[in-house]
């Protein structure tokens, strides 16, 4: 598509549940990353995949978070466990290659932990 | 990664320009200064890319002084619907492979 998907669109856990999030990129992007929007305007890098390898993935608190990019399926972000902390908007970006081509961000999934 | 300064906020008429000073005093040879804009309930929005002088597209342009220690987004002729987050990013071109946002200037255009 020309738009990168981000499901779903809410997104309502209890404290401890599971939580999974989908995005897929626009066709023919090799890269995607995620990143967390919490307060308003800060925004968290967590992770980017080249195809389905993790390319970095510096930000991505590993005792919870977990992410795949596998062939012909959407991009997932997985929370085990949240926390009431884990409450934000999370956004997955695609760009085409390389570091100097812009990322283009899905709409986000808002996620609230109570 | 070179740390970024802007206004929290501004505000301007409908019609008029607005400038938006990013501060980057720390910036390297090989970074890029980038915008983004974000609307409410939306991912950010690509703007304008620029590495020195001036870069103009139909949007913005993007004014980048010699010591590229700071730049200044323009908004020409501004609308209601410019109302949104202008974030000012600094690093190796517009992916970067990551994005490093500051928080951001939030623009309240006024009727």
């Known amino acids: 598509g020309e738009e990168v998907a981000q499901t779903p669109k809410h997104l309502v856990r209890g404290e401890g549940q599971k939580a999974k999030l989908y995005c897929a990129p626009i066709?023919?992007?090799?890269?995607v990353f995620w990143y967390q929007q919490v307060l308003k305007n800060e925004f968290k890098f967590l992770i980017s995949?080249?195809?389905?390898?993790?390319?970095?993935e510096t930000g991505m608190p590993k005792e919870r978070f977990s992410a795949k990019c596998l062939p012909n399926s959407p991009c997932s972000l997985e929370i085990q466990a949240t926390k009431l902390e884990d409450s934000a908007v999370y956004f997955c970006?695609?760009?085409?290659?390389?570091?100097?081509?812009?990322?283009?961000f899905g709409p986000g999934t808002r996620l609230t932990v109570l | 990664l070179a740390k970024t300064t802007q206004p929290i906020s501004m505000d301007s008429y409908e019609g008029q320009e607005v400038n938006i000073t990013c501060s980057h005093n720390?910036?390297?040879?090989?970074?890029?200064i980038t915008w983004y804009q974000q609307f409410p309930s939306q991912g950010p929005r690509f703007i304008i890319q620029?590495?020195?002088t001036k870069v103009t597209n139909e949007v913005a342009s993007l004014f980048i002084p010699a010591d590229r220690k700071s730049s200044t987004l323009s908004l020409p002729r501004v609308s209601l619907s410019d109302t949104a987050v202008y974030y000012c990013?600094?690093?190796?071109?517009?992916?970067?492979?990551?994005?490093?946002f500051g928080k951001g200037t939030k623009l309240s255009v006024i009727p």
């Open positions: 990013l600094v690093g190796l071109g517009a992916g970067s492979y990551q994005l490093t």
């Open positions: 720390n910036i390297a040879t090989n970074d890029y």
């Open positions: 995949f080249q195809n389905e390898n993790v390319f970095d």
């Open positions: 620029g590495y020195k």
């Open positions: 066709k023919g992007h090799s890269y």
């Open positions: 970006a695609s760009s085409p290659a390389g570091s100097t081509d812009t990322q283009y």
